[in-house]
């Protein structure tokens, strides 16, 4: 009974400690990933553009930041690319997580352009519609709906991996863990109740990537 | 008006369209016809610009069809494709609504009334807000011409509109291609449906291996073509589609 207290209150004691630093880990998230989402699209239309020398940059864009560790991406934005450019820790780990993504989001995005039958294309240009008002009106929002299910997939990759930045010093989920691991030295409860937040997290999201996948799901 | 002169086109050094040269003038009912494989859809798809060509000129409206004014063009023809290709995320009133209101910047509602005028004459006013995916075959084919008349088009190109349709299906769309074709429509029709060939078109080009074998007035090609090649082709549709030319007709409004 005693030890069932006890692990009760220390778990209350850690659940307290990490739950501040939770915010910070969604909002690390969430940016890196926005900013994700939109190089990857920039980056797909550039792979799918008939000019020669933007397909060539995407395609070495895509190949050197999908060949890369991401940790090696933190180190070398952080260690490399921080020094010169006077970069924080936040910013840097934002740069890293987000260029990182974008060349798994571009490829995501292409897959998504290319299932998109040809006839749709015909059509909308037939009707007068230039390029860029059919990608826009007519193939990505059915791309849209395509590509939902990886994207959500490839968000909560981001979500764990955003535990990474840690290691340059930013202050989130993990970063807190250790730190109240090197005050207390509680091992296996530290570990089990960060692990059991980043669960619920990623929880929540599949149940979004499930709701969003029926509400955009055409009749 | 279309005016198509020496139109060549190969695939991989396999001649698509050798030496294709017509007119079609104002209110004409051309049907183009083949066996497939003769070019026919190349093409309608080459005088809208769909595809191109390697030699030759295609006129529009007087005007020389050319990549920079391909978009200024195109506002003159409606074409409808063998496989419909509504835009799937949009419902049938969206389909038609969306370049009006993109292309021409019609107001929301001058789009919309246009819409469902167009609706009301393919006889679809009922299914305004369906999904492509809940219409059959005949519907969505209404529902295509109704988006290229949307654009008040003063030429409309069918590339087989009724092939992909199961044949009790035809009738409710070729209904819809006469009233067209008698309201002074320019029409190229790339179609074997006998029924629609022998009411309406005023001229048969008949296609083959990318060349034209003949082309003539309806009446003379029915009843003296020139060519055994064209006179073998027609019989043997003229026999093969007696069966399935029934008349169905366009679904009424409640």
Known sequence: MDFIVKESLLFWKIIKFLLPAVPSTIYITLLSFIFALILGLIVALMKLSHVKILQIIARVYVDVLRGVPLLVQIFFIYFGLGKILKLSQFPAGIIAISICYSAYMSEIFRAGILAIPKGQNDASSSLGMTSWQTKWHVILPQSFRIVVPPIFNDFIACLKDSSLVSIIGLRELTRAGREFYSSYFVDFETWFIVGLIYLIMTLVLSKLSRYMEKRLKLP | ?254
């Open chain 2, 1 to 254: 008006m279309i005016k198509v002169l020496n139109v060549f086109k190969c695939h991989d050094k396999i001649p698509v369209l050798a030496d294709v040269s017509f007119q079609i003038d104002k209110g004409e009912v051309v049907v183009v016809m083949g066996p497939s494989g003769s070019g026919k859809t190349t093409l309608l798809r080459c005088i809208n610009g769909l595809d191109t060509y390697d030699k030759g000129e295609i006129f529009i409206e007087g005007v020389l069809v050319t990549k920079q004014n391909i978009n200024e063009v195109r506002k003159n023809i409606g074409i409808v494709f063998q496989e419909f290709n509504l835009f799937l995320h949009l419902t049938v009133l969206e389909n038609i609504m969306l370049s009006q209101r993109i292309v021409l910047k019609r107001s929301f509602d001058t789009a919309r009334a246009k819409s469902m005028d167009l609706l009301n004459k393919v006889g679809l006013l009922n299914k305004v807000s369906s999904y492509p995916s809940q219409l059959s075959g005949g519907q969505k084919q209404r529902v295509a011409i109704a988006r290229a008349l949307a654009m008040d088009p003063k030429i409309m190109l069918f590339d087989e509109p009724t092939s992909a349709l199961d044949p009790e299906m035809t009738g409710e769309v070729l209904e819809v291609m006469k009233t067209l074709a008698k309201e002074g429509m320019t029409m190229l029709v790339a179609s074997h449906e006998m029924s629609f060939v022998k009411e309406v078109s005023t001229k048969i080009i008949f296609l083959d291996h990318g060349e034209i074998v003949e082309s003539d007035t309806t009446e003379k090609m029915f009843n003296l073509p020139s060519h055994e090649r064209t006179r073998k082709f027609l019989n043997n549709f003229i026999t093969k589609q007696v069966c399935y030319t029934k008349e169905y007709p366009v679904e009424k409004q409640k």
